[in-house]
Each structure stands twice: as structure tokens, then as C-alpha cells.
């Protein structure tokens, strides 16, 4: 890398020389032929067109020779970092490089690739300005200072428009970066040998592939073990408006809620927003009156007090979780908590008629929600 930067830097000075050098003897040429009649003939500027000539082949080798060692050197480079970068992320635990995937995958592929342009062009060119407009100045104050002046006042003015040129650009990069981070994700997955899906993909194939009920169980269970993010699979969904059974896979999607942590969970909760109740709150956490948790219903309605919980089989083979069972339902009825209990045994009706008779019973009308 240092061996790069020194070569760029004296290319750079080679250029700077050439074309300072090439400007004054154009200037020269051109202030003798408009004010010297006497020297019009093709031999009078035979030395100083050769000079010319000379001054111009020499720039082209030394740009061509530093876009040659700017490439070399990337490449060099974001190999280098490629090869750290991958070594570190895939020796992480799975667990570990799912919470980073995103943004590990963005270094990987777009954000080294990123570092490419950055060592053959703008390192190159800044040298180049570094030097260039210096020496530029520095020869026109030996000609005309009332020039120098204006140069020197203008310049400034140079990163005042760099500035105005990223703040109009702002929203489109950042959209852009979003959309690679999205199509990027699945790439680290691929690198440690387990070929997935991103979980907005995963949600919205579930939701075309399966009935709504299914579909929300097991997105329900994705979301909850997951950074899914509905506004991504929004975008897929528009992305993909025209792909079999999105119109299904929407209401499924519409429906999804984390907070269900069980099949039977999201069932339930589908069972009682299909009665026409209002959808009801899930992960409800209670507190007592010293504002210690007592316990985290499964799902209800906090402002009326009212909640709904499934007992899986777990609640009656389990002697310990039984007499825990007992002992919270008490100081949630001290607290003025309604609990419905519900287990696979009972029937849909009769679950939907406990449920709107407790509503009504704490106030709720249909009218109201």
C-alpha cells in the first residue's frame, strides 16, 4: 500500500510537471503568434511544438502508469481485507452472524468492492489536485497576481458545491444502500454453508405457500425468532405483486403478530379476531402494586382487564407448573384481572361465547371498538 502511495504521489508530480509545462509553452505559442507577425513560419515552432508533443506522451504514460498501479494496488488490497473480513465473520457462531448479517454482507460485496474506485480514481485524482493546483497557483502568481487573487478566492468555493452535491444525493444513496443490504443478506449464509432465504423472503414465501392460518402460525414463530421487519416484506410483496396467491399471502401478513408463542397461541388469537372482536394485545406484562412483574399473559385487552390464555397439556402434567399456575391466577383476580383459560378440548363456539360475554361484562360494546 505505502509503495502504491508513493508511486501514485510521483506520477502525480510527473503529470502536475507535464501539464504546467504544457500550458506555458501553449501560452507562449499563442501570445507569439498574436503578437509577433514575423514568426509565422512552421520551422519557427518546430522546438516549441516538439516540446509540446514530448510534454504530452510523457503525461500519457504517467497516467496510464498510475491507472495501471491504482488497479493493482485495489485489487492487492480488497483482497487482502476480503480474506480478513470472511475469516472473521464465518468463525462467529451462527447465532452471533445472524445479528450481523446484514451489515457483514455489505462489507463483504459492495463495501469492499466500494474501496476499488476509491484507490484507481479518487485517491489518484485527490493526489493529483493535492498537487497540481498549488503548483498551479504558484506559476500564475509568477505571471499575473491579479489572476492569483481570483484563483485564490474561487477556491474555496470548490468543497462548498462537493458539499451541496452530497446533501442532494443523500436520500438516493441511502435508498440504494437499503435495496443491496436486502438482495446482499443471503450471501453470508451461502459463504458458511447454509443456503437460506432472508427472513422478509422466508415470510413471504410462507405466506404463499401455505392457508392463512399456517401461513400466520409459522410466520408468527419466524418473526419472533427473528429481525423481521414487516415493512420488508411489504416491499417484496410489492416487488412480487404479480407472483401466485399474493393476494392471499397479504391478508396472511396482515395478521402477523410475534407476540403469539405458539401455534395454538396465533389460532386462538385468529379465532378471536375472526368473531368480530377488537385484535386483541399479546405479551401483556402485569405488574403489582410495588410494580414487580406478576406475569405475562398471553394475550387480552389491558384496558378492560380481560385476558386469554391457551394451557397447553404442560399446565396439567407438570405438578410444579400446575400449583404455579394456581398461585398466579390468584393475584391476577386480586390485581382485577378476568382470565379465560382455554385448552384443545373446547370448542370454538364456546370460546368465542365466554370471550363476548366477559367483554360485555367489562363494558366493551361492538360499537365501540
Not at 442532494?168 to 437460506?196: C, E, N, V
Amino acid at each position: 500500500m505505502r509503495r502504491f502511495l508513493a508511486a501514485a504521489v510521483g506520477c502525480g508530480v510527473v503529470i502536475s510537471g507535464c501539464a504546467i509545462g504544457s500550458a506555458i509553452v501553449l501560452a507562449n505559442v499563442v501570445a507569439r503568434v498574436l503578437g509577433d507577425a514575423s514568426v509565422r513560419s512552421p520551422r519557427a515552432w518546430l522546438g516549441p511544438l516538439s516540446i509540446l508533443l514530448a510534454l504530452w506522451v510523457v503525461r500519457t504514460v504517467a497516467h496510464w502508469l498510475q491507472a495501471r498501479l491504482g488497479q493493482r494496488g485495489a485489487s492487492a488490497v480488497v483482497a487482502d481485507l476480503n480474506g480478513q473480513v470472511l475469516a472473521a465473520v464465518t468463525a462467529r457462531q451462527p447465532r452471533e452472524l445472524a445479528a450481523q448479517r446484514d451489515a457483514a454482507a455489505v462489507v463483504v460485496t459492495r463495501g469492499l468492492d466500494g474501496l476499488r474506485p476509491y484507490f484507481t480514481g479518487y485517491l489518484p485524482t485527490l493526489l493529483l489536485a493535492a498537487i497540481l493546483t498549488p503548483a498551479t497557483v504558484a506559476v500564475i502568481a509568477l505571471y499575473d497576481l491579479k489572476s492569483t487573487v481570483i484563483v485564490a478566492i474561487t477556491l474555496p468555493l470548490i468543497p462548498v458545491f462537493m458539499v451541496l452535491i452530497g446533501l442532494a444525493t443523500a436520500d438516493r444513496s441511502a435508498t440504494a444502500l437499503a435495496a443491496m443490504t436486502t438482495l446482499q443478506a443471503r450471501l453470508l449464509d451461502l459463504i458458511a454453508g447454509i443456503p437460506t432465504t432472508t427472513p422478509a423472503r422466508t415470510a413471504l414465501d410462507l405466506a404463499c405457500r401455505y392457508p392463512v392460518d399456517k401461513a400466520v402460525a409459522a410466520i408468527d414463530a419466524l418473526a419472533r425468532a427473528s429481525d423481521l421487519k414487516a415493512v420488508d416484506v411489504e416491499i417484496l410483496a410489492e416487488r412480487y405483486r404479480g407472483r401466485r396467491a399474493i393476494r392471499r399471502a397479504r391478508v396472511a401478513l396482515s395478521l402477523v403478530d410475534p407476540g403469539a408463542e405458539s401455534p395454538r397461541e396465533t389460532w386462538l388469537r385468529l379465532l378471536l379476531i375472526r368473531a368480530g372482536f377488537p385484535p386483541p394485545q399479546t405479551q401483556i406484562p402485569v405488574y403489582d402494586g410495588y410494580g414487580a412483574l406478576v406475569a405475562v399473559l398471553d394475550m387480552g385487552w389491558e384496558d378492560l382487564k380481560l385476558a386469554v390464555e391457551y394451557e397447553g397439556d404442560q399446565h396439567r402434567t407438570d405438578r410444579t407448573q400446575f400449583v404455579k399456575d394456581i398461585n398466579r391466577l390468584a393475584v391476577l383476580q386480586d390485581l382485577g384481572w378476568v382470565v379465560i383459560r382455554v385448552v384443545a378440548e373446547h370448542r370454538p363456539d364456546d370460546i368465542v361465547g365466554r370471550v363476548h360475554q366477559a367483554l360485555i361484562r367489562r363494558g366493551y360494546r361492538r360499537d365501540r371498538r
